[in-house]
Nanobody, 122 residues
Framework: QVQLVESGGGLVQAGGSLRLSCAASGPTFSSYNVGWFRQAPGKEREFVAA????????YYADSVKDRFTISRDNAKITAYLQMNSLKPEDTAVYYCAAARSIFMAINTVDYWGQGTQVTVSS
């Protein structure tokens, strides 16, 4: 069992930065791949980024590539999403996710965080 709690969301101007944190509970955190998803009003939840168990591999959606960075610290039982050069279209609720599968997708996620709101103003 893994519990995920996101934090760090808020309001930021376009071009600014935010760092989201995903604090996990349970000793099995390092056994899971971690991902970030987001969902804007009226839209489907979409994949943002993922990181492997050891942190050696990362993957990003094209929409955030070169702007966002996912990382994890298994000793601190925490994952992060550094978001730079934010755009209004990045506005969404961001969710942390843990998956046993090497594939990070809506239907492969085992645990979801509660979500944290990110709002980017023009």
């Amino acid at each position: 069992q893994v519990q995920l709690v996101e934090s760090g969301g808020g309001l930021v101007q376009a071009g600014g930065s935010l760092r989201l944190s995903c604090a996990a509970s349970g000793p099995t955190f390092s056994s899971y791949n971690v991902g970030w998803f987001r969902q804007a009003p009226g839209k489907e939840r979409e994949f943002v980024a993922a990181i492997s168990r050891s942190g050696s591999s990362t993957y990003y959606a094209d929409s955030v590539k070169d702007r966002f960075t996912i990382s994890r610290d298994n000793a601190k039982i925490t994952a992060y999403l550094q978001m730079n050069s934010l755009k209004p279209e990045d506005t969404a609720v961001y969710y942390c996710a843990a998956a046993r599968s090497i594939f990070m997708a809506i239907n492969t996620v085992d645990y979801w965080g509660q979500g944290t709101q990110v709002t980017v103003s023009s």
